[in-house]
């Protein structure tokens, strides 16, 4: 009974926010590709924070910007009128503040030319925009929410984005690392058998390491096929399929 009491002196909203991390953290941690990081982040978003009706993610590339896993053609079109103008919330968010929010584009005075085109070509009125932070740099990209309803963003939608797009940091840099090290292995792996393709032919041709290597290169250049899949080949056969190659190469 005591336990009931309890329950029942908490705050309803808290209790729901609560969950609603709960359930959204464990997601997040599902992830194992940045590919998959980005899309889950503006799907579990668009979820998070009330007043949303489309979201997307902004990031810096080439000194240009690019959206990534827009959820739908309404953050798209927005952006590209940022990106043109290079003026906006998720512009100036990613160049300065960490967080911006506007209820009234058309008036807000921030960015003038930008919020008049948003207004009357998409009918967008309110955006909030949060800076996604890594440990390795300032930040990587931005996280942005659209509506086309005025002042659909309040300071309760811009507390819940901005603990959000902190759990989503954590999760895409753990994505990130997840790539690199896969990457890694996968690189550590493939140069482990071209080294030993190489190994075979100076054996069996007589070959240099750079000729073994132009060999291998070569015969991917002919076959069309990557030169880690031609050292597998030549592993697993001790056979390189390019007699033309190999006969040019040991009368060198």
Not at 66 to 92: F, H, M, N, W
Not at 207 to 222: G, I
Request: aromatic share 6%; with cysteine.
């Amino acid at each position: 009974m005591s336990n009931a009491v309890a329950l029942t002196n908490h705050d309803p909203t808290q209790i729901s926010l609560a969950l609603t991390f709960g359930s959204t953290a464990r997601e997040l941690a599902k992830v194992h590709t940045e590919r998959d990081a980005w899309e889950v982040i503006v799907r579990t978003g668009l979820q998070t924070v009330a007043g949303a009706e489309a979201a997307g993610i902004t990031i810096p590339r080439k000194g240009k910007f690019e959206t990534v896993s827009p959820t739908s053609l309404l953050a798209t079109r927005v952006d590209e009128i940022q990106y043109k103008l290079r003026s906006g919330p998720c512009v100036d968010a990613i160049l300065e503040r960490d967080i911006f929010r506007t209820g009234d584009l058309l008036n807000d005075q921030r960015w003038p030319e930008f919020g008049r085109r948003a207004f009357h070509q998409e009918g967008v009125s309110s955006m909030l925009s949060f800076r996604l932070y890594l440990e390795e740099d300032d930040g990587i990209g931005r996280l942005n929410f659209y509506s086309t309803q005025a002042e659909a963003f309040d300071e309760s939608a811009e507390l819940i984005g901005g603990v959000y797009a902190t759990h989503a940091a954590i999760a895409l840099a753990a994505a990130r690392r997840h790539d690199q090290n896969k990457h890694l292995h996968q690189a550590l792996a493939s140069n482990r058998d071209i080294g030993v393709a190489m190994g075979i032919l100076m054996r069996n041709h007589l070959l240099t390491r750079q000729q073994a290597f132009d060999l291998l290169r070569m015969a991917s250049q002919h076959s069309h096929h990557k030169l880690h899949d031609i050292a597998l080949t030549v592993t697993e056969t001790g056979i390189l399929d390019f007699p033309a190659a190999t006969s040019a190469t040991k009368n060198q």
